[in-house]
């Protein structure tokens, strides 16, 4: 299974971004996906993530409210908007694919991971 994601950039404070991951194994739809990030100096951070049919999700307190997590099964593509961005947002953000039908915020049950993606918000 390999994860694409993509949508990171340089933005100010308030402005928004959509992040993309494209899942390259069909198989895959069947189970929770997740966005994690990492900012320089902290510990990789629990985001978001999403049960396998979309019908579950679960965000981190930081980012409650300012942050939609989603997904297109048929595509294999998950999404995460993020509206309202904040300087602490910054950090390389991270998609994963669980072993689990449904969603976790424990890194430890996602076997999957992409590359990475940067988001930059400028104060």
Same mark, same amino acid.
């Given at each position: 299974v390999r994860l694409q994601a993509s949508g990171g950039g340089l933005v100010q404070a308030g402005d928004s971004l959509r992040l993309s991951c494209a899942v390259s194994r069909r198989t895959s739809t =069947? =189970? *929770?996906? *997740?966005? +994690?990030r990492h900012a320089? &100096?902290?510990?990789?951070? +629990?985001? *978001? *993530?999403?049960?396998? =049919? &979309? &019908?579950?999700t679960e965000y981190a307190d930081s980012v409650k409210g300012r942050f939609t997590i989603s997904r297109d099964r048929a595509s294999g593509t998950m999404y995460l908007q993020m509206n309202t961005l904040k300087p602490e947002d910054t950090a390389v953000y991270y998609c994963a694919v669980s072993r689990r039908s449904y969603s976790t915020n424990s890194p430890y049950e996602y076997v999957n991971w992409g590359q990475g993606t940067q988001v930059t918000v400028s104060s």
């Open positions: =069947n =189970n *929770a996906m *997740a966005w +994690f320089p &100096g902290k510990d990789r951070e +629990f985001v *978001a *993530a999403i049960n396998w =049919n &979309g &019908g579950t």
